[in-house]
Every structure is written in C-alpha cells, then in structure tokens.
C-alpha cells in the first residue's frame, strides 16, 4: 500500500460532496452539463441524487480511520447500483446517450477507485 492509498477515497468524498452541492444549488446547469433535460421530475431526482451524495462524502471524510472502510464499502455498494442501472438504460436506449454515458463513466470510475482500494486493504 503506498501513502497515497488514502488520498484517492478522500478525493472521491470530496467529489461526491462537490456533485452534492451542484445538485442541491444549481440541478438545471448539472443538468444540462451532463446533456439531460430539466424537467420538474429530473429535477427532483437530481436534488435527491445530491443530498444523498453530500452525505456519502461528508460521512466519509468525517469518519475516523476505523469507519472509513465501511464508507467505502457503502460508496462500492452504492456505485456499482448506479453503473448497473446505467449500462441497462444504454443497452436499451431509453436514455439519451450523451446524458447515460458521462454517468456511467463517472459512477464506474467511482466503483473502480473504490474496488482497487479495498483490495489494497
């Protein structure tokens, strides 16, 4: 394990409570940065898609060394649902696909990060 093992779950926390905060205070400009229409339903998702990353993010970076596994392991869970449900949308082509893909990637990214982590553990 090297010493930047514990930076890259820390730089996720902090990407989560970024996107929680961009969901929270301005869901039509994320939106439209991930090529999805505002509309009253896709707004309200978005605002809970964004508390629910603000917790993940604060819990994780809030927690002792002891507790931050169990984050990660919540964060995993919580990504790999996302990709998962993301990669079916794709396949059927329900979803507009400049505003799956960027989403699929990043919820991937953040359960590769997560993965490669806890098997250093």
Do not use: C, K
Not at 51 to 79: H, K, Q, V
Not at 93 to 112: E, F, M, N, Q, S
């Amino acid at each position: 394990m090297t010493s930047n093992d514990g930076q890259i779950p820390a730089a996720l926390a902090v990407g989560r409570v970024l996107l929680g905060v961009a969901s929270l205070g301005a869901p039509h400009a994320l939106a439209r940065a991930f090529g999805a229409r505002s509309t009253p339903e896709s707004l309200y998702l978005t605002r809970v898609y964004g508390i629910r990353a603000l917790a993940m993010g604060f819990g994780y970076l809030t927690a002792g060394a002891g507790e931050r596994a169990r984050w990660l392991w919540l964060g995993l869970l919580i990504d790999l649902s996302d990709t998962a449900a993301g990669l079916g949308h794709l396949r059927r082509r329900d979803v507009p696909l400049r505003a799956a893909w960027p989403l699929v990637a990043l919820t991937g990214t953040y359960a590769a990060a997560e993965a490669l982590r806890l098997s250093r553990r």
